[in-house]
Nanobody, 115 residues
């Protein structure tokens, strides 16, 4: 059974940092791109960052220079390091994988940026 389990969300102050983790199971992790999405209240879900199996990365313009996506293929885990957080980063963050048309989402983890 394919499963993605996020952790690491919480409350951070503006300018602060958080690190999200997503533990994957049930598939050959290293073979697939892994992505982080987020959904703020009243808004559509949006792509935040993607990392390939070979560790190439891509980011939304809104997070470039502040967020870093990485993966540990030995641990079947993908990370999202979030620095210089802004109130507009407040959202539920989701881990995502598409395996040849089969999409799997994690349950989401809440990130709130507020003073």
């Amino acid at each position: 059974q394919v499963q993605l389990v996020e952790s690491g969300g919480g409350l951070a102050q503006p300018g602060g940092s958080l690190r999200l983790s997503c533990a994957a199971s049930g598939f050959t992790f290293s073979a697939y791109y892994m992505s982080w999405y987020r959904q703020a209240p009243g808004k559509q879900r949006e792509l935040v960052a993607t990392v390939t199996g070979g560790h190439s990365t891509n980011y939304a313009d809104s997070v470039k220079g502040r967020f870093t996506i990485s993966r540990d293929n030995a641990k079947d885990t993908v990370y999202l390091q979030m620095n210089s957080l802004k109130p507009e980063d407040t959202a539920v963050y989701y881990c995502y994988v598409n395996r040849g048309g089969h999409s799997t989402w994690g349950q989401g983890t809440q990130v709130t940026v507020s003073s």
